[in-house]
């Protein structure tokens, strides 16, 4: 993959997060886990048609970008979403979308959201 030297350490966090959740499986296993409101064990096994090793692989990725967050305690690891990266994701891609509306920016034009 081609390195691109000029990205903002913003950029970086959200290519990080977008190539995390480029595979269905782990946009599933996000899904399950915002459903939740506690960390989850082996429960994402039975609502996968995944082995647990698969399952495990994916978890690791996601916590390796920052979505899922928890502590591993022995033999039974705790996952659950990280509350910090959702709402930055959501910041970041509302940046993206309509920079008019992003906290600091000036609301001199009309905003492209408010004429949807």
Known sequence: MKTIES????????AAI????????????VTELARRDACVTGELVGVLPLAQSTVS?????L?????????????NPCYCL????????????NQVC????APGAEAAAACACEQR
């Open 7 to 14: 990205l903002s350490a913003d950029e970086e966090r959200a």
């Open 18 to 29: 977008f190539r995390a959740l480029g595979n269905p499986a782990r946009v599933r296993i």
């Open 57 to 61: 692989q994916h978890l690791k990725v």
């Open 63 to 75: 916590k390796e970008a920052g979505i899922v967050s928890g502590p591993v305690d022995g033999a």
């Open 82 to 93: 990280n509350p910090e990266a959702v709402r930055w994701l959501v910041e970041f891609c």
């Open 98 to 101: 309509c920079p008019r509306c």
